[in-house]
């Protein structure tokens, strides 16, 4: 935050940039069998300590899902390997083969 002398009003502190930006949230749109999923984009990257533009690693998500990041952990990593994984899959099958 901004040191006080150098604050024009009051609220200049919180127009700082050193303020942390709220992540977007993130929503797969259900159908007639299931709700929509939201989840803030970037959450497991953050338990993890793993920057946002990376892969997280693969032991990193095994010991995530085994616990060691906590409860909120566990359960951002089943859903990442479980939920969002599966849709990768279905995605992939539906795509169109490109012709050759």
């Known amino acids: 935050m ?5 604050l024009v009003h009051e609220r200049d502190a919180m127009n700082s940039t050193t303020r942390r930006q709220p992540r977007a949230m993130v929503t797969i749109k259900g159908d007639k ?3 929509p999923l939201r ?6 990257h953050v338990t993890t300590g793993t ?6 690693p693969q032991a990193k998500m095994q010991a995530a899902a085994r616990g060691e990041y906590g409860p909120q ?3 951002q990593a089943n859903f990442a390997m479980h939920a969002l994984h599966a849709g990768q ?4 099958r539906n795509r169109r083969r490109l012709r050759t």
Do not use: D, W
């Not at 901004?2 to 150098?6: E, F, G, I, N, V």
């Not at 989840?39 to 497991?44: A, C, H, K, P």
């Not at 920057?51 to 997280?56: A, R, T």
């Open 2 to 6: 901004a040191a006080p002398s150098t």
């Open 33 to 35: 069998k299931r709700k």
């Open 39 to 44: 989840f803030r984009e970037g959450g497991l």
């Open 51 to 56: 920057p946002g533009g990376e892969k997280i």
């Open 73 to 75: 952990g566990v359960k």
């Open 89 to 92: 899959q279905t995605a992939a």
